[in-house]
């Protein structure tokens, strides 16, 4: 059975068993400020853990695309990666453990077709201090369960992981008790650790067995389910919510019990085919084989890099897809990292062109099945994150070639030097770290302090530099001239949409009181025109639109994203677009060095104060903020 049909046969299970299948949320969730991405299925439905009604009724399930960038340093493994999928089943308030676990077990054993010979479980040993007891309903039930399926389930009373690590399994052991840094389950972590007023409780994990000889003994000790090794890995695990944390630190019983399952899809396809390399799953497997295709290389020999391109490229595509570009903030730059670590190793692999062209349908495939409200930009997926890859090989060769000259015979590469290829070459410090791991060249110890002291000295300079500037510049960077920047932008397109669309920038000057903006027009602006202007301008600022920004080739800006600017032959090869609202069919797109808001909603009520000419055929309008 490969992943689809597992993802296919567990809402088929789920609706057998009076489950609804909801839509999954986008990887971006909007309101969300806690996490950069969705992390878990069940953080979408958080307010309805809560108590809050859910309108498809008390019995959901879904298969949340998920990501987590915290592991992105481990992708190389044979079972970490930043991008996963994660089947979920929720009881608000209906069934509890008993249907829970006799139903994971079934859809494993006898949906999926795993050996339960080789399935272990843990369960909650209980916290004296908090007094909240063992779980020993749990394990009573899982032994019913091993049981029945004609196997003797004797229950360890394990601790902690590094008790673990020293006692490792004892002949008839499956079902094993572990603190809570191991199962409990709360938004903070252990039971101390739990927010106050937040839904919580003991959990229990699944492990498939993969047998005794992944396990490396010298490296991490005796095999346990919770060890590091590789002989134990979790398929599943099932939160029971039975407890909320009170003012005054202590627990109380919910009155409506929950259930919140998640179940890793990736892995569960894993243990189906017996390989604890996740990566030979249906969903990874055919980017691997075309990559040992395209660069004449094998798998086996080249391991660390297949995987990060397997793993990175199959997250970019979802983000894509799902409308994001790359850039230097936030989503857009987790983004970029995940391509330039995928581009770097397929360089690594003698792959130097048409890398994404030919590993991305692949990935487009094997998502064929995830629905458009997930991934509503799949058309514009492949052009996003070719545009990327185009622009980053620029910005790697220069950077490349200059990270040679600093570090020729031998000289250790400091965090001034670091600074220096970012800020001149665009080449990010982590590149300049990963490299220097790479080609073996020595770092300074302190390059990260020296680093920042380099940005903080650029910046210095460029305040002092900044005074008093214009034309077209800005007289400070203070958060108000910000603003005014950002509505010049505004005004700019509002123009081009009510008085005419061929009206330029012909000059500007931006304080933190004002904005002066010159503009070409052959006639005075009427009274109706100005007002229109205005309100437009005020109605693009209370939509609270993105303000974002990239750096796009030239002719790609010019070309294909139609991005205004007023000297394209004097522009460098490289440069820097502003997009104001939806990334498709923008407010603005302007070639603008910044700095701008990064949401309209910040700036102010706009007001046109004055319309005067400036000189023959040119118009200017003074604005203000209010």
């Not at 409506?256 to 399952?261: G, I, T």
């Not at 600074?419 to 410090?429: A, N, S």
């Not at 397109?493 to 931006?510: R, T, Y």
């Not at 104001?580 to 046109?608: A, L, M, Q, Y």
Request: aromatic content about 10%.
């Amino acid at each position: 059975m490969d992943t689809n049909e597992i993802r296919k046969k567990f809402f088929e299970f789920q609706i057998e068993n009076g489950h609804k299948v909801i839509e999954p949320a986008p990887l971006v969730l909007e309101g969300d400020p806690t996490t950069l991405f969705t992390g878990s299925g069940m953080q979408p439905l958080l307010p309805y853990l809560l108590g809050k009604e859910h309108p498809d009724g008390t019995r959901l399930c879904d298969s949340q695309p998920s990501m987590r960038m915290q592991d992105i340093e481990d992708v190389g493994d044979p079972r970490h990666t930043t991008v996963f999928e994660m089947l979920g089943n929720w009881s608000l308030g209906d069934y509890f453990k008993e249907e829970q676990i006799r139903n994971f077990f079934k859809f494993l054993t006898e949906t999926v077709g795993l050996d339960p010979k080789r399935i272990y479980v843990t369960c909650f040993i209980g916290n004296e201090k908090y007094g909240i007891p063992k779980d020993t309903e749990a394990a009573e039930i899982w032994q019913k369960v091993f049981k029945e399926a004609g196997i003797e389930a004797k229950v360890a009373e394990i601790g902690t992981a590094a008790e673990g690590d020293k006692r490792g399994i004892k002949e008839g052991e499956r079902i094993f008790f572990y603190d809570d840094h191991e199962n409990w389950w709360s938004r903070g972590g252990g039971c101390e650790s739990t927010p106050i007023g937040d839904p919580c409780g003991p959990d229990s994990e699944v492990f498939y067995d993969f047998g005794e000889d992944k396990q490396d003994v010298e490296k991490y000790g005796l095999a346990h389910p919770a060890s590091d090794g590789a002989r134990f890995m979790e398929i599943g695990n099932s939160v029971f919510m039975q407890y909320r944390r009170l003012e005054d630190g202590s627990f109380e019983p919910l009155e409506k019990k929950n259930v919140d399952f998640g179940g890793g899809l990736e892995r569960i396809a894993a243990a189906a085919i017996d390989s604890f390399d996740v990566f030979k799953i249906s969903l990874m497997k055919p980017i691997i084989d075309h990559l040992e295709k395209i660069s004449g290389k094998s798998y086996e020999n080249n391991t660390d890099e297949m995987r990060v391109i397997a793993d990175h490229i199959r997250g970019a595509y979802l983000l894509a897809a799902q409308g994001l570009v790359p850039s230097n903030k936030a989503h857009g730059y987790a983004m970029r990292r995940l391509l330039r670590r995928a581009i770097l190793r397929a360089l690594d692999l003698g792959i130097s062109s048409n890398f994404l062209a030919e590993i991305v349908p692949i990935v487009t495939e094997n998502y064929a099945d995830l629905p458009d409200s997930v991934l509503m930009h799949r058309e514009s997926a492949l052009e996003t994150m070719l545009h990327e890859e185009n622009a980053f090989r620029k910005t790697l060769n220069r950077g490349l070639k200059e990270l040679a000259k600093i570090t020729r015979n031998n000289k250790i590469l400091d965090g001034k030097d670091i600074f220096m290829l970012q800020d001149t070459y665009g080449f990010p410090m982590e590149l300049s770290v990963e490299e220097c791991y790479r080609q073996g060249i020595e770092l300074s110890k302190d390059y990260i302090k020296e680093f920042e002291a380099a940005l903080a000295e650029q910046r210095k300079r460029s305040q002092t530099a900044s005074k008093g500037m214009f034309k077209g510049g800005l007289e400070d960077h203070g958060e108000q001239t910000v603003k005014y920047h950002t509505a010049c932008h505004l005004l700019l397109a509002a123009l081009q949409k009510i008085v005419a669309p061929d009206i330029c920038q012909k000059g500007s000057n931006i304080t933190s009181e004002r904005v002066r903006f010159d503009f070409n027009v052959d006639h005075k602006l009427t009274d109706e025109e100005k007002k229109a202007v205005e309100d437009q301008v005020n109605e693009w600022i209370k939509e609270d639109l993105p303000v974002v920004f990239d750096e796009y080739d030239k002719d790609y800006a010019r070309n294909s994203l139609k991005a205004h600017g007023e000297f394209w032959d004097k522009y460098p090869d490289v440069l820097k677009v502003y997009t104001i609202g939806d990334f498709d069919n923008p407010v603005s797109r302007e070639v603008c060095g910044g700095p701008h808001v990064e949401h309209t909603g910040v700036i102010g009520h706009f007001k046109i104060v004055k319309e005067e000419s400036s000189s023959a055929g040119v118009r200017r309008i003074k604005a203000v903020i209010e």
